[in-house]
């Protein structure tokens, strides 16, 4: 495979379920993003990992909880979400110094009951 | 603090006509720019950049994006329009302090062209 995968693609789940969105980029890149999609919103950035380690945390709930074993693949683990949680999530990879632009997985459509 | 608007939550246009999806930027300094295009059921696909140099910057599909320092505005347009060109479009922009991840996104903009 190519480019920046996810799974699942979709995911329904209560409000006292775990689960975990999966990302996995081909690109050889070494930075890996979080973004949370809602209609009619900015795209809103979660985490940012640059060769593996937390460069950004923008103030996401601990019910959110990333990891990123290695360059080429991250992970959102969740946790008691709430029904406003429901969004599209995706990842997204680039390299993290210089000009280079982010691309992203095609997103996990997030619904929580 | 950086930050983009796109004023139009949508834009119809006809088939062959051309169409313009407008956007506008603050940011300290000079910009970088991006536009991205998504798809239904799909991620954020980049379509264009300005980093520097010559303010018309071509790009996928045949869209271009114009730089305009004055009006800090980045527009995004095509000569002719395709019916398959109907998806959600993103600015983007970045100063040129930062690293990759300061990038703002704007809330789309939603084109329809239809026959």
């Known amino acids: 495979e190519t480019g920046v995968t996810q799974t699942p693609r979709h995911l329904v789940m209560g409000m006292t379920n775990k689960k975990s969105l999966k990302c996995e980029q081909h690109?050889?890149?070494?930075?890996m993003y979080w973004y949370k999609q809602s209609a009619k919103k900015p795209l809103e950035l979660m985490f940012v990992?640059?060769?593996?380690?937390?460069?950004e945390n923008n103030s996401v709930p601990s019910r959110f909880s990333p990891e990123c074993p290695n360059s080429s693949h991250l992970f959102l683990h969740l946790h008691t979400l709430q029904p406003e949680d429901s969004a599209l999530y995706l990842c997204?990879?680039?390299?993290?110094?210089?000009?280079?632009?982010?691309?992203f997985g095609p997103g996990t459509r997030l619904t929580v009951l | 603090a950086q930050s983009v608007a796109q004023p139009e939550d949508q834009v119809n246009v006809a088939e062959g006509n051309p169409l313009t999806v407008k956007c506008t930027y603050s940011?300290?300094?000079?910009?970088?720019l991006f536009w991205y295009v998504q798809y239904p059921n799909r991620g954020l696909q980049f379509l264009l950049k300005?980093?520097?140099?010559?303010?018309l910057v071509k790009g996928s599909y045949g869209f271009e994006a114009e730089f305009n320092k004055s009006q800090t505005s980045f527009h995004l347009k095509k000569p002719s329009a395709l019916v398959s060109d109907s998806a959600l479009y993103f600015c983007?922009?970045?100063?040129?302090?930062?690293?990759?991840?300061?990038?703002?996104f704007g809330t789309g903009t939603r084109l329809q062209v239809t026959l």
């Open positions: 983007a922009v970045r100063d040129r302090t930062g690293t990759a991840s300061k990038l703002s």
């Open positions: 990992y640059s060769l593996e380690e937390r460069v």
């Open positions: 300005y980093i520097t140099g010559d303010n």
């Open positions: 690109l050889g890149h070494n930075a």
């Open positions: 940011v300290s300094g000079n910009p970088y």
């Open positions: 997204a990879s680039s390299q993290d110094r210089g000009l280079w632009e982010q691309f």
